[in-house]
């Protein structure tokens, strides 16, 4: 979107972050770490896919009732997945409605909504965490939108607060418990992140105290950092 400043792209980032501020943020912040492949299928069975795959035949009626829905989507994997497909898109027409396009993806949201959701993996991973603050962190500022940049902020507390100790950060956090310790990649992410919180920030001093709190200097990690 920076590159082109085409519309579709940035509805395409707002809505995956969106997605994961829905889904993927704790009560505290933090980002978990993934939503489950299985989940209970209308037939009561837990089964692998059952809410992300459409049955092909459901599929044609809902598409009957919104054509859009036909047109810029195809269904794949039909015999891999047992008679049920994966959704993607086709190459899609420059000219495509983006008002149109967006209230069929909303048509098929409250579609999935009616079913049973997957379990989250609420495993907190350091390194997935800092990515997502940095991502946040530039998102809020290129977007200008305060509620990305907030999250990255938040998410960034966590980790200072929760995730570090005497001895340095820890890698995994779950359910109140951290445990692991951090390994170069969690250090060189989250470096990164604090830096992108520090670049955009209002208050760069903010990000440049929660930085020096989280490495704590220690002698074996940073020269590698640098």
Known sequence: ?????EARYRNALEATLDHVLADLRSPDGAFYSALDADSIDDRGHRTEGAYYTWDPVAF????????????????????????????????????????????????????REARTMPKVDRKIVLSWNAMMIETFAKAGHSLDQPAYTAAARRAADFVAKSMTTPSGLHRISYEGTTGVPAQVSDYASLGLAFVALHDTATNPEYAQEDLAQALHDEPEILPKLR
Request: charged residues 25%.
């Open 60 to 111: 044609d009626r809902l598409a009957a009732r919104h054509p859009m829905l036909g047109e810029m989507f195809d269904l794949a994997g039909l015999e891999e997945l047992g008679g049920v497909g994966a959704l993607y898109l086709p190459d899609q027409p420059e000219d495509r409605d983006l008002d149109q396009a967006m209230a069929a993806l909303a048509v098929l949201r409250d579609q």
């Open 1 to 5: 979107w920076q590159v082109t400043g």
